[in-house]
């Protein structure tokens, strides 16, 4: 069982830089492939970015590619979502996921944990 809490949203202007954190319980949280999602007003629930257990291999959504970046510390129990170069249609509820395996899924619906989800918004 794992529990996921993210933190590090808020509100900023377009072209500013956020960084959120999504913390981990569980011993095995190393052995979890993690993934961030978002979810607008009026939208699905879209696929971010993940990265292996090892932290060698990372996979993102072509609308974030070359601005968001996500890593991991397997000691501290925690991923993050380095999101820079921010636009307003980043806007959204974000989510942070684990799975188990070692393929990066992009299909929410193969996550088996779920955070409750922190919300970005970008002001234009």
């Known amino acids: 069982q794992v529990q996921l809490v993210e933190s590090g949203g808020g509100l900023v202007q377009a072209g500013a830089s956020l960084r959120l954190s999504c913390a981990a319980s569980g011993r095995t949280f190393s052995s979890y492939v993690m993934g961030w999602f978002r979810q607008a007003p009026g939208k699905e629930r879209e696929f971010v970015a993940a990265i292996s257990w090892s932290a060698g291999n990372t996979y993102y959504a072509d609308s974030v590619k070359g601005r968001f970046t996500i890593s991991r510390d397997n000691a501290k129990n925690t991923v993050y979502l380095q999101m820079n170069s921010l636009k307003p249609e980043d806007t959204a509820v974000y989510y942070c996921?684990?799975?188990?395996?070692?393929?990066?899924?992009?299909?929410?619906?193969?996550?088996?944990?779920w955070g409750q989800g922190t919300q970005v918004t970008v002001s234009s």
């Open positions: 996921a684990a799975r188990t395996g070692r393929i990066l899924r992009t299909d929410g619906s193969r996550y088996d944990y």
